[in-house]
Structures are given as structure tokens and as C-alpha cells.
């Protein structure tokens, strides 16, 4: 077997399409936020999520320090919102339209969105599993295509 480098390894795991949320937490000066590709659905039973988080996010401590976050599913044309919520900006949430859900952000025009209560975190490299125990899941009004990762892209042309 050869050596993979890093840069390999986003190439061909870039060949996976995803779809785009934005993590969300209540934190003691506002709402905050972060995009995230790698999400999924875990459990059925009991009804289980999964978050990757870089170690170096900074909505993980508050994540941590709430111990509750919301997963926010990205419509299509929400990319702006997708790239907001990928910076490091303050204030992410200024121009964001939201509401919050049992002390839970919940970003305006997605196409679904899940709360949950933080259940565990597992060490994973140089990433923390976070597991959500979900306690409310609600599906947007408008249906819509989902806004979609492929290739190191927003979007999924060939
Ligand atoms: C499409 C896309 C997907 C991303 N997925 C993740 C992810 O699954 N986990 C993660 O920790 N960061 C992910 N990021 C990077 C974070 O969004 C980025 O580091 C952000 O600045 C973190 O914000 P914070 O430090 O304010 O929490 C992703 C970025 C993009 C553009």
C-alpha cells in the first residue's frame, strides 16, 4: 500500500457528495454557528446524530458549555449562508434571519432542522465526535433542493 497524503485523501473523499448544515448553539453572548459537512444520522433507538467537529471550533466549547445544539439542514440557495457560517467572522448570526427552539438557534428558510441535547464526545484524531440525543426534528415549510458539498464546492455538477 502506498502512503496517502492528506491532500489525496480530500480528493477522493471530495468524490463523496454531502449535504451542508450549520451547527448552532446558544452561547452567553448570542447565537453561534458553524457550518458543517460532516453530519449524520446515527441511531434510530434511540434517535441519534453525529457531528464532527474540528477541535479548534470555537462553537464546540459552548456546544460543550450548553450542552444542547441544533443541526440545521442548508436549502440550495442558502450558499451565502453556508460561507458565512464557514468564517470566522463575529456576528455571524446578524444578517442570518432565526428563532430560537427550546434555547436552541434555528437558522429561517432551511430545509430541516434537528435539536438535540449533547450526549458524548469521541475522540476521533483531530476531530471530536459529537454525539446529539435528538429532541425535536422539524421539517421547513418550502421543501427545495438541498445545497450540496462535491468536490471541495457548493454544488453538485459534473
Ligand atoms: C462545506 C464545509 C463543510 C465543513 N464541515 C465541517 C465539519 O463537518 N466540522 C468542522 O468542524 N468544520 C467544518 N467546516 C469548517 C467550519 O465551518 C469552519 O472551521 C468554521 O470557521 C468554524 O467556525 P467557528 O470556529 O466559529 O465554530 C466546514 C466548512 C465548509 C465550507
Not at 480528493?11 to 463523496?16: I, K, P
Not at 460532516?38 to 479548534?56: I, K, N, T
Not at 434555547?103 to 464526545?121: F, K, N, Q, R, Y
Request: with cysteine.
Amino acid at each position: 500500500m502506498r502512503p496517502v497524503e492528506p491532500e489525496r485523501f480530500r480528493a477522493v473523499m471530495g468524490q463523496f457528495a454531502t449535504g451542508v448544515a450549520v451547527v448552532t448553539v446558544a452561547g452567553p453572548d448570542g447565537p453561534r454557528g458553524m457550518t458543517a459537512n460532516a453530519v449524520a444520522s446515527l441511531s434510530l433507538d434511540p434517535l441519534l446524530v453525529l457531528v464532527c467537529f474540528d477541535r479548534q471550533a470555537r462553537t464546540l466549547p459552548e456546544i460543550e458549555r450548553t450542552g444542547r445544539f441544533g443541526v440545521n439542514v442548508l436549502a440550495a440557495g442558502q450558499e451565502p449562508v453556508a460561507r458565512q457560517f464557514a468564517s470566522k467572522d463575529d456576528g455571524k448570526f446578524d444578517q442570518v434571519g432565526h428563532f430560537l427552539h427550546d434555547g436552541i438557534p434555528v437558522i429561517e428558510g432551511t430545509l430541516a432542522w434537528v435539536g438535540c441535547d449533547l450526549d458524548s464526545l469521541v475522540p476521533g484524531g483531530d476531530h471530536l465526535i459529537g454525539i446529539g440525543a435528538v429532541r425535536a426534528a422539524e421539517l421547513g415549510p418550502g421543501g427545495g433542493d438541498p445545497l450540496v458539498w462535491f468536490r471541495g464546492r457548493y454544488g453538485a455538477r459534473r
